[in-house]
């Protein structure tokens, strides 16, 4: 292979790391040992899909820290974490899911070849 070609080659975690703290600090905190995902004021001043988004970028970022075994999360688990209704989380993942989100048999998750990309849209929508 040549040295022009393998410029192309990234690790996926490697990217995702580089861009999860500029687009979650100040938003959320990750609980080291259990992984769990805590809401710090800045995510209040989000829209919902962005606290959505934020939330499921923290569980991608919990996994990538090994401390949390998946970055897949319920509608319900999303809306109980942050204190928000159950049906309006659910039409939020509905929309991203042509986006950033995926859905999977246990829920759904930021997979980490779109993590970048999230946090992109993350980042772009706290700068307005």
């Known amino acids: 292979m040549g040295k022009e070609l393998r410029s192309l080659l990234v690790s ?3 990217v995702a790391e580089d861009t999860l703290v500029g687009a979650l600090e100040g938003a959320v905190s990750i609980i080291e040992g259990s992984g769990e995902v805590m809401a710090l004021a800045g995510l209040s001043k989000m829209d919902l899909s962005s ?3 934020a939330y499921l970028l923290a569980l ?3 996994v990538i ?3 949390r075994q998946s970055a897949e999360a319920s509608p319900q688990e999303i ?4 204190h928000l209704d159950v049906q309006r989380v659910r039409e939020s993942l ?3 899911k042509n986006t950033v989100v995926a859905k999977t048999d246990n829920g759904y998750q930021i997979p980490i070849i779109r993590t970048h990309m999230a946090c992109e ?4 929508k706290r700068s307005k």
């Open 94 to 96: 509905s929309r991203l």
């Open 79 to 82: 809306a109980t974490a942050l």
């Open 51 to 53: 606290q959505v988004i």
């Open 65 to 67: 820290m090994q401390q």
């Open 12 to 14: 996926a975690e490697a």
């Open 121 to 124: 849209l993350l980042t772009s």
């Open 60 to 62: 991608r970022a919990a």
